[in-house]
């Protein structure tokens, strides 16, 4: 089934460069371009759309009115936003929006595809510097997020639908060990479940 996106930009260049990489995959189909928050609105009122893909910054609407604008018409809708800001006091603000990625401009053309993927398959995705940024702006540190070496080893086991037992006797450590790694792992990617852990495994490809 074909993903339907929509694309919102203010710069023509950006917006052809990504409708050209979307239209050489046969997965996607863009359905509008834009570079008017309210045109992009009145599309969504006639057509259902997958994935709103749309700048933060524009003259006209900005991308968080838009997202605002935009759920309400299409409450299961998917946005990712576009920005070159990369301010950690911005960074947060634009995370505050219910949003489902965030990609800094300059990695748009390398990030997108991965993006639409994960965010399609109901993860999120955020440029690798976003999460620099957060964590850098927030005072926190770095190994307080990042997954060990043998926690991705667990990481990987429980994708392959290991129990603790098994993935304990695979990794030569105690079941109770493998526990500890799976609450580690549950707090670093603030997820609740396995599903979050396979979300987050998904949108770092590690599977």
Same mark, same amino acid.
């Not at 057509?47 to 604008?69: F, R």
């Not at 935009?70 to 947060?92: C, F, G, T, Y």
């Not at 401009?105 to 109901?122: D, H, P, W």
């Given at each position: 089934?074909?993903?339907?996106?929509?694309?919102?930009?203010?710069?023509?260049?950006?917006?052809?460069?990504?409708?050209?990489i979307l239209e050489e995959e046969i997965d996607f189909s863009v359905k509008g371009c834009?570079?008017?928050?309210?045109?992009?609105?009145?599309?969504?009122?006639?057509?259902?759309?997958?994935?709103?893909?749309?700048?933060?910054?524009?003259?006209?609407?900005?991308?968080?009115?838009?997202?605002?604008?935009?759920?309400?018409?299409?409450?299961?809708?998917?946005?990712?936003?576009?920005?070159?800001?990369?301010?950690?006091?911005?960074?947060?603000?634009?995370?505050?929006?219910?949003?489902?990625?965030?990609?800094?401009?300059?990695?748009?053309?390398?990030?997108?595809?991965?993006?639409?993927?994960?965010?399609?398959?109901?993860?999120?995705?955020?440029?690798? $510097?976003? =999460?620099?940024?957060? &964590?850098? @702006? /927030?005072?926190?540190?770095? %190994?307080?997020?990042?997954? #060990?070496? *043998?926690?991705?080893?667990?990481?990987?086991?429980?994708?392959? $639908?290991? =129990?603790?037992?098994? &993935?304990? @006797? /695979?990794?030569?450590?105690? %079941?109770?060990?493998?526990? #500890?790694? *799976?609450?580690?792992?549950?707090?670093?990617?603030?997820?609740?479940?396995?599903?979050?852990?396979?979300?987050?495994?998904?949108?770092?490809?590690?599977?």
């Open positions: 089934m074909e993903i339907k996106v929509l694309l919102v930009d203010d710069h023509p260049i950006l917006l052809d460069g990504l409708r050209g834009y570079a008017n928050g309210h045109f992009a609105l009145s599309h969504l009122k006639k057509e259902p759309i997958d994935i709103l893909i749309t700048d933060y910054s524009m003259p006209d609407m900005n991308g968080a009115d838009l997202a605002k604008e935009a759920r309400l018409i299409s409450p299961n809708l998917k946005i990712i936003v576009l920005s070159m800001h990369d301010e950690p006091h911005k960074v947060q603000e634009i995370m505050k929006l219910e949003i489902n990625g965030y990609i800094l401009k300059k990695y748009a053309r390398q990030e997108i595809l991965t993006a639409i993927n994960v965010v399609n398959a109901g993860g999120k995705f955020w440029s690798n $510097e976003v =999460n620099h940024i957060l &964590i850098k @702006g /927030l005072g926190l540190k770095e %190994e307080e997020f990042t997954l #060990t070496d *043998r926690e991705i080893e667990v990481l990987k086991l429980i994708i392959k $639908e290991k =129990n603790s037992r098994e &993935i304990a @006797g /695979l990794l030569f450590i105690s %079941e109770r060990t493998v526990e #500890t790694h *799976r609450k580690n792992m549950l707090r670093k990617t603030q997820s609740s479940s396995t599903v979050g852990l396979i979300k987050y495994a998904y949108e770092h490809k590690f599977i």
